[in-house]
């Protein structure tokens, strides 16, 4: 006969198609697995009988879901505000109990809405101090703590150095040194800031004039505040107060 006869696949040529065929089931088997190339639910007449990780379908908590019903710790609250005053005012400037309000303001009112802010008010002979400690909302991390006292009376109608680094002496322990002071219109300010371990450290006078009386007098304020690394704005924030 003129026809050739064919010639027969050779083996090494069939044994290469089958190892390709069980490389492909393992690779898909593998991928039906672990969910990637879900197999058995796409084919579940077929290949439903194939082993797969079970997956929890259920949502998981949501990190920045704040619960309805978020309570703050009154007692530790109280702790540290009481602590933090202590190592800051003199003590005779301070009475035997500290009377802790959530929710109290620097003009001495209770604002239920502020569930996030803890204060205390000092009416002294010479003074009243306002102290306050404030949340991050909703959390337990601190934000600021703040110290405000005015002087009943004020001789000064404008600052200078020595004058504001003598007042914040006279109530604060270890205050940090003002080296600058300046002014706006009516009102004279001094204050300095400083970066500590672990946040920023503030100690200022504020001296200007009370326009509702007539004529006008002098009102001082001498301040302190303490904003923590954990504050959300803390890289924004040069000061507690603005003049």
Known sequence: MDGQTPVPPKKGFLLEIVFVAVILVILFGILNYFNILKLSEIFPN???????????????PNPTQIPANFQYDMEYSKTILI???KEIIKPEFLPENLDIKQGLTFNNSVDEKLKNLFGSYIKNDNETISVTFNYIENTFLPS????????IKTEQTTLNVALANSLI????????PIEKCDSIKTTSYCKTIKTESEGKREFGVIIGLDSSKSPPVPVSTI?????PKENILYDRINSCVSP
Do not use: A, W
């Not at 600021?144 to 002087?151: G, M, V």
């Not at 301040?223 to 904003?227: D, H, L, M, N, Q």
């Open 46 to 60: 077929y290949l439903g009988f194939l082993p797969h990780i079970k997956q929890n379908n259920k949502p998981g």
């Open 83 to 85: 602590k933090y005053v």
């Open 169 to 176: 002496s006279s109530y604060f322990i270890n205050p940090i």
């Open 144 to 151: 600021d703590f703040k110290i405000f006292i005015h002087p």
């Open 223 to 227: 301040f302190t505040c303490f904003i």
